[in-house]
């Protein structure tokens, strides 16, 4: 089955820690995102990767990093600086073929928490 | 200014009637897209439909239907025959093609409840 899958679903940490988040996907897209969503509120972009090993910062950079080091992974760290860090996050990803609609498709999330 | 303004922050439909979800939209890239996604209490962002600035008819998918009016720039979602597994919030995004650097804007949401 094609798709983004995101691990793990539930995820607790302890202040100072920093804690990465995973995102992969098998769909051969191009672009990846990560969004965070507070509860009741609309999604904000944290990053975004066009193309492997490269990425843009989005509006909400501070306190986060990202790598693309391969297509199908980009995965999100929350650093200790990161000052709210309890949230769900939303990993999605894109095509950019010719034709194509630039649909985003979402993974499942990862709620994280910290303690 | 807000991109996305959806201003309905909650709406309630009877089961099997129809309900319509607003969107406004700013931007002055004449190439964008138009998407609504389903957000069930579950977490998961499901997409739902979408809408090409240049295409001539509104958009269908199933119950789904996209009223979209290019000079008042609005793109509403009209579901109809609603079910209670409709119970969910519902976000409209856009994506504009030549400026944003291809980044997608979502609005606040509308959390829909069906009444049985």
């Known amino acids: 089955d094609g798709g983004i899958t995101q691990s793990p679903k539930y995820l607790f940490r302890k202040e100072g820690q920093n804690v990465t988040l995973s995102c992969e996907q098998n769909?051969?897209?191009?672009?990846m995102y990560w969004y965070r969503q507070d509860p009741g509120q609309g999604l904000r972009l944290i990053y975004y990767?066009?193309?492997?090993?490269?990425?843009q910062k989005g509006d909400i950079a501070e306190g986060y990093s990202v790598s693309r080091e391969k297509k199908e992974s980009f995965p999100l760290t929350v650093t200790s600086a990161q000052k709210n860090p309890t949230a769900f996050y939303l990993c999605?990803?894109?095509?950019?073929?010719?034709?194509?609609?630039?649909?985003?498709?979402f993974g499942p999330g990862t709620r994280l928490t910290v303690l | 200014a807000q991109k996305i303004t959806q201003t309905q922050p909650g709406m309630f439909v009877q089961e099997k009637e129809a309900v319509t979800l607003d969107c406004t939209y700013d931007?002055?890239?004449?190439?964008?897209?138009l998407f609504w996604y389903k957000q069930p209490s579950s977490g998961e962002m499901i997409f739902l439909i979408y809408?090409?600035?240049?295409?001539?008819q509104n958009a269908t998918e199933g119950r789904y239907s996209l009223n979209f009016q290019k000079a008042r720039k609005s793109a509403n979602l009209v579901i109809s025959a609603s079910q209670l597994g409709d119970s969910a919030m519902y976000f409209c995004?856009?994506?504009?093609?030549?400026?944003?650097?291809?980044?997608?804007?979502f609005g606040d949401g509308t959390t829909l409840t069906v009444k049985p």
């Open positions: 809408q090409g600035s240049y295409d001539q």
């Open positions: 990767s066009q193309i492997v090993n490269d990425f």
């Open positions: 931007t002055s890239d004449p190439s964008y897209g």
């Open positions: 995004a856009m994506r504009e093609i030549n400026t944003n650097a291809g980044k997608s804007t």
């Open positions: 769909l051969n897209h191009d672009a």
């Open positions: 999605a990803s894109t095509s950019h073929e010719a034709g194509s609609t630039d649909t985003q498709y």
